[in-house]
Nanobody
């Protein structure tokens, strides 16, 4: 059993920065991939960034060059550093994990409750 808890969301102005955290509790050794998703009202959920157990990362084109995903295994925590934020980044951000490689199944085993990010003009 794994529990994911997000934190770090908030309200910022365009061009500002936020750092999201996802703390994992329980049996975390089976996790091979962790991903940040986001969903805005009226839009479908989209993948933002992923990091594999081997340290490999991937990003959505819309955030590439602005967001950085990382992990601290000693703290069982994943981070998403978000810079140069835009109003279109406004969404509920979710942390998700799966017992499979990021390039494998699209089905995620564990989900956090989400943290709201709001970017104003």
């Amino acid at each position: 059993q794994v529990q994911l808890v997000e934190s770090g969301g908030g309200s910022v102005r365009s061009g500002g920065s936020l750092r999201l955290s996802c703390a994992a509790f329980g049996y975390t050794y089976s996790i091979d991939c962790m991903t940040w998703f986001r969903q805005a009202p009226g839009k479908e959920r989209e993948g933002v960034a992923s990091i594999g157990s081997d340290g490999s990362t991937s990003y959505a084109d819309s955030v590439k060059g602005r967001f950085t995903i990382s992990q601290d295994n000693a703290k069982n925590t994943m981070y998403l550093q978000m810079n140069s934020l835009k109003p279109e980044d406004t969404a509920m951000y979710y942390c998700a994990a799966k017992d499979d490689y990021c390039s494998g199944s699209w089905s995620y085993n564990y989900w956090g409750q989400g943290t709201q990010v709001t970017v104003s003009t």
